[in-house]
């Protein structure tokens, strides 16, 4: 006799519930949270606060960049993160899109794993700026191979003014 889609329908409410009521926290932990740059050679994660401040960067060439971090807990080493900025005044996004294969992250033990410095193209979010500082909507979104997801939002601000 085939099994039905009530059958179906419980053994997935029994996997989920299992899952959930895990007694190990490692477990059951996993998230994302967005963050900037710190430290003295720049590979140190430093939570962004709502309402803070996101830095440009030109590098030299003349293109704009926010420098990002994303903390990525309870994916492993290696995970697809992609990030949208959106200006709030305007709706332009701007992004930097997971690729085809997972990114390697700099763990700092076995559950805390950071992808830094993430480089996001800013020149349209920017265009009609008047020289003040720009609200942003920040959505940062991983999963590992495994199909594990997190995901953040939070507002900050674009500070136009850049550093090289």
Same mark, same amino acid.
């Given at each position: 006799? *085939?099994?039905?889609?009530?059958? =179906? ?11 959930? !009521? ?15 740059? %710190?430290?003295?050679? %720049? #590979?140190?994660?430093?939570? =962004? &606060? *709502? /309402?803070?401040?996101?830095?440009l960067h ?8 926010? @420098?990002?971090?994303?903390? !990525?807990? /309870?994916? +492993? ?10 200006? @709030?005044?305007? %709706?332009? &996004?701007?992004?930097? *899109? ?5 990114? $390697?992250? $700099? !763990? &700092?033990d076995e559950?805390? !794993?950071? @992808? =830094?410095? $993430? #480089?996001?193209?800013? %020149? /349209? $979010? ?8 720009? *609200? ?8 590992n191979a495994? +199909?594990?997801?997190?995901?953040? &939002? ?11």
């Amino acid at each position: 006799m *085939p099994l039905g889609p009530i059958w =179906l329908a419980t053994w997935l409410v029994a996997v989920s519930l299992t899952i959930a !009521c895990s007694d190990d926290p490692a477990e059951r932990a996993v998230s994302v949270d967005v963050g900037v740059t %710190g430290g003295a050679d %720049g #590979l140190d994660f430093v939570a =962004l &606060e *709502p /309402g803070g401040e996101i830095s440009l960067h030109t590098f030299g060439q003349g293109g704009t960049h926010a @420098l990002l971090a994303v903390r !990525c807990i /309870g994916l +492993g080493n290696r995970a697809f993160v992609s990030v949208v900025i959106t200006n @709030l005044a305007t %709706g332009r &996004e701007a992004s930097a *899109p997971a690729g085809a294969s997972p990114r $390697l992250l $700099l !763990c &700092e033990d076995e559950q805390t !794993c950071d @992808l =830094l410095p $993430l #480089l996001i193209m800013t %020149g /349209g $979010l920017v265009a009609d700026s008047d020289g003040s500082s720009i *609200p942003v909507r920040l959505r940062a979104e991983a999963h590992n191979a495994d +199909g594990i997801r997190a995901s953040v &939002e939070r507002e900050a601000v674009l500070s136009t003014s850049v550093s090289r």
